[in-house]
């Protein structure tokens, strides 16, 4: 079973308006983290945010903020104000606490565009 | 400070041949971690080694080996590529222990790509 859903493979956002990117999750661990990451067309992995299973607020970085519903098990970004250098690949990922590697478990990715 | 490094960044093999990539990590890390990406698939664990001399294999350890004598270092190695294996391969390191630092995830290297012909 998917560990990490992200059922947009594409989004399209207007400059300056805000886009959210969705990411649901499947543990039985009660101890977890999670986090989005950004890779534009240069490759590159960039940590972008991080909600821990424990936290009781939203986690915010910037623009960045990542909209935490634990009953239903979904992690969305949220991504304020969109510039064109947003434009890149986004992952969910999630790390259970329990594991003795703390290995991280990817979604498939959201291709963002950011149009002027 | 370098982080991750992985070599080489580019290759291409010949179905058949063999070769090995390298990690090196300069922060002290525990864990090292190997992944390949393909498209709409996301980055899937091939193997990671939790300290010196240890592996385990992840999602999708066929086709691969890996090695890490010193703990600095993660090699992957492909005894025999296939085209199946053509992909961009990520080396990542983490701590053992979070302690009070708020928690990233990995540190990445910047990645390989590799084409089986």
């Known amino acids: 079973a998917q560990k990490i859903t992200q059922t947009q493979p594409g989004m399209f956002v207007q400059e300056k308006e805000a886009v959210t990117l969705d990411c649901t999750y499947d543990?039985?661990?009660?101890?977890?983290?999670l986090f989005w990451y950004k890779q534009p067309s240069s490759g590159e992995m960039i940590f972008l945010i991080y909600?821990?299973?424990?936290?009781?607020q939203n986690a915010t970085e910037g623009r960045y903020s990542l909209n935490f519903q634990k009953a239903r098990k979904s992690a969305n970004l949220v991504i304020s104000a969109s510039q064109l250098g947003d434009s890149a690949m986004y992952f969910c990922a999630m790390r259970e606490l329990s594991g003795s590697a703390r290995q991280l478990t990817f979604g498939s990715g959201t291709q963002l565009t950011v149009l002027p | 400070n370098a982080g991750v490094t992985q070599t080489p960044k580019f290759r291409v093999l010949k179905t058949g041949q063999s070769m090995t990539l390298l990690c090196a990590q300069d922060?002290?890390?525990?864990?090292m971690y190997w992944y390949r990406q393909d498209p709409g698939m996301g980055l899937r664990l091939i193997h990671y080694s939790v300290g010196e001399g240890t592996t385990a294999k992840g999602e999708v350890p066929d086709g691969y080996n890996v090695s890490r004598l010193k703990k600095q270092n993660f090699l992957l190695g492909l005894e025999s590529a296939a085209p199946s294996q053509t992909s961009v391969y990520f080396c990542a390191s983490s701590y053992r222990d979070r302690g009070p630092t708020r928690d990233y995830g990995y540190t990445f290297g910047s990645g390989t790509r590799l084409t089986v012909v």
């Open positions: 922060m002290n890390h525990e864990y």
């Open positions: 909600q821990g299973s424990y936290d009781q």
């Open positions: 543990t039985s661990d009660p101890s977890y983290g």
